[in-house]
């Protein structure tokens, strides 16, 4: 045994070039591999990120008849005490913060516009002085101001939605609302920021003003229409959710909670859906690489028949011979996973700090991931783990197929072969 | 000189007479009567008519006719004839209001905030549809004086409303001082910015009754947008098949 360990060694360092040759094949196989999973994971992740940091908290409490007609926007399905809700929360050590979300009629006009016009449009009322301690709207202003507590008539808008409308700091907006009851306002709104959110979702829509502006003109009588709570990202969403749920029945106020789950249930549903077309992206990676791998191995394998039958001849067993070139496939596997692996961490060292702008593509194009611009990459063992044991596998694996041919032909043909 | 304040007293009498009967006269009616009689008037036991609305915006016109079935105050169903609308129907009963999507086969109840949805684009609203005819239990109702509008003396009234539950804080009317009809009516915010105006273009006489059959509602935060709704025929008080108003006929 030690002999055959020994002669598959020798062979490796005896055939430098085609030993080198195989082990990149195999390794810039494996790196391809470890950098489109990376970028995946990454997307994934920094998308459940966005969704959580920009659209829906970690969790989101509402009144119980608001739920069925949530894409409504009922403002009379409201929260009437929300300050005594966010004084439960924060006695137990939740950051929460109050919203309401209506929908308008934004009434644009030509003397700042260019051109008069109107749309429909989702406007977000917060409280800038807590707004920012469950969400990160704050980091994302690259003009104008942001909204102050008590703002009368300022607005911040989305930047990609600022750029469709040519919008620009400064510039007066009107937006027609139905208040809590159902009568007409109407809000002469100046715009005061704008936000450039990396959730594309969230940038094409987004309108954000003050809540008691909004609370003032819609009649809510400091009513809100929810209540979105932060939980540590490390913590069990559902035992927390439990909780928080259990903390409001002891103080007998009628809400509900909600996990970002459920109110992502739809995008979650697209993501699952879309994980098995990813599976198949690295599927289709991973049988690239196996190809380049086994044409290499073949090769290696096909152009030493010769040698194979001079062992034979000399009196060397099958079993023998089989499990010297299986040997030397794996070594020359082991080598090309250690420098695909060592590329991969490098390629992925890239790609988790810096990443890849994909912002030119993003903007007109809704890929369902709530990434605006850079795809950064993701560390993930496991896949290295994987990628490490497949490199070794898979060249001893192909190794087989010619290995067993030659032992099949007759000496004579072993050794005429060309 | 004498002769002066003679003729001076010769016109005082009657400016006496007239100030003293005018506000007397004015106020013979008082603005609920004013309004009750207008939403009398707005009703008919059955009726059976046809019609078509004209939406004009920035993107162009579009016309859809429909045949419209009412009876009494809360029941009325529309169908629209027009080709892109063929087929679909609008069935409003007391407190409830469906449609009917022929493609679909599909029948969907519209309630709260849901009624606020505009139909097939207009300025018209589903909520206005099932807007009950009994304007003084949401506004205040405070007469304001009388005014002709296009040489027809009309009663001015400003409505108020007492609740939040109605889509315009403030409607101004201009209600013939004759029979009743609504000719102009502005619908503006509790702040007083001015939403919509209706006006009434053309009349027809009905059931001893003068019904608006061209209405013009105008979007005033809107340019260029405008609903045009006409009644093309208007039979008053047929015999109508009680099914008409039921949810199996809907789908029919």
């Known amino acids: ?418 | 000189m004498c002769k002066h304040d003679k003729s001076k007293k010769h016109l005082l009498f009657p400016l006496l007479l007239l100030l003293v009967f005018l506000p007397s006269n004015l106020s013979a009616v008082s603005a609920e009567e004013i309004i009750q009689k207008m939403d009398e008037l707005a009703t008919f036991e059955t009726s059976y008519s046809t019609g078509s609305i004209q939406t004009k915006d920035r993107f162009g016109t579009k016309t859809s006719t429909f045949n419209a079935w009412s009876q009494g105050e809360s029941d009325s169903l529309i169908e629209f004839t027009s080709t892109a609308e063929r087929g679909q129907k609008i069935l409003r009963t007391k407190g409830s209001l469906y449609l009917f999507y022929p493609d679909a086969e599909e029948l969907i109840r519209l309630q709260g905030a849901a009624l606020r949805q505009s139909m097939l684009g207009s300025d018209i609203s589903y909520e206005d549809m099932t807007e009950e005819k009994n304007t003084l239990d949401n506004y205040k109702a405070v007469l304001e004086g009388t005014e002709a509008f296009k040489d027809t003396m009309c009663y001015v009234i400003t409505l108020t409303a007492t609740t939040r539950s109605v889509a315009y804080p403030v409607q101004k009317l201009w209600i013939d001082t004759e029979n009743y009809l609504v000719w102009k009516a502005q619908y503006s915010t509790a702040q007083g910015r001015l939403l919509k105006e209706m006006e009434v273009l053309s009349t027809l006489e009905a059931g001893g009754r003068v019904i608006a059959s061209e209405t013009r509602i105008e979007d005033k935060m809107k340019r260029d947008s405008h609903t045009y709704m006409r009644l093309d025929s208007l039979e008053v008080n047929p015999v109508l098949d009680k099914k008409i108003f039921t949810l199996e006929n809907l789908t029919w």
Not at chain 1, 116 to 127: E, H, R, S, Y
Not at chain 1, 175 to 197: H, K, P, S, T, W
Not at chain 1, 322 to 332: D, H, N, P, S, W
Request: hydrophobic share 50%.
């Open chain 1, 1 to 418: 045994m030690k002999f055959i360990i020994t002669l598959a060694f020798k062979n490796l360092s005896r055939y430098k070039r085609r030993t080198s040759i195989t082990a990149v094949a195999i390794a810039v196989g494996l790196m391809m591999y470890l950098l489109v999973d990376s970028i995946l994971i990454g997307a994934e992740n920094e998308s459940m990120r966005n969704l959580r940091w920009y659209e829906t908290a970690s969790a989101r409490i509402h009144a119980p008849s608001y739920w069925e007609d949530r894409m409504l926007f009922p403002m009379e399905s409201s929260i009437e005490n929300p300050d005594a809700v966010l004084a439960l929360l924060d006695e137990n050590g939740w950051k929460a913060t109050a919203r309401t979300v209506f929908t308008a009629d934004m009434i644009l006009y030509s003397e700042d516009f260019g051109e008069d016009g109107n749309m429909n449009v989702l406007v977000t009322a917060i409280d800038p002085e807590t707004d920012n301690d469950v969400f990160h709207f704050s980091d994302t202003l690259i003009d104008g101001r942001f909204l102050e507590k008590g703002d009368e008539n300022g607005i911040l808008i989305g930047s990609w939605f600022a750029e469709d409308i040519n919008a620009k700091v400064g510039y007066w907006i009107t937006l027609v609302a139905r208040g809590n009851g159902g009568f007409y306002e109407a809000m002469d709104m100046q715009i005061v920021g704008i936000l450039n959110c990396p959730n594309p979702n969230v940038n094409r829509t987004l309108l954000m003003m003050d809540k008691d502006t909004a609370g003032y003109y819609l009649g809510m009588n400091q009513a809100v229409t929810e209540i979105d709570v932060l939980l540590p990202e490390h913590e069990d969403i559902d035992v927390e959710m439990a909780k928080i749920q259990a903390k409001i029945e002891a103080s007998h106020l009628d809400l509900e909670v909600h996990s970002w789950k459920e109110l992502a249930k739809d995008y979650l549903a697209i993501a699952e859906a879309k994980r098995g077309g990813t599976s198949m992206i690295l599927f289709l990676v991973f049988i690239i690489a196996a190809v380049g791998i086994s044409n290499t191995m073949l090769m290696a394998m096909y152009e030493r028949t010769r040698e194979l039958g001079m062992m034979r001849a000399m009196g060397m067993s099958d079993n023998n011979i089989r499990l010297a070139f299986l040997i030397e496939a794996g070594g020359i596997g082991f080598i090309g996973a250690v420098f695909g692996i060592v590329l991969g961490l490098l390629a992925n060292l890239y790609m988790v700090n810096v990443g890849i702008d994909f912002g030119w593509m993003m903007r007109d194009l809704d890929m369902g991931y709530r990434i605006q611009s850079v795809f950064r990459g993701a560390w993930s063992m496991s896949s290295f783990i994987e990628a490490f044991v497949a490199g070794i596998g898979l060249s001893m694996i192909v190794a087989w197929i010619p290995i067993s041919r030659a032992l099949k032909m007759d000496i004579p043909s072993c050794l005429r072969h060309q």
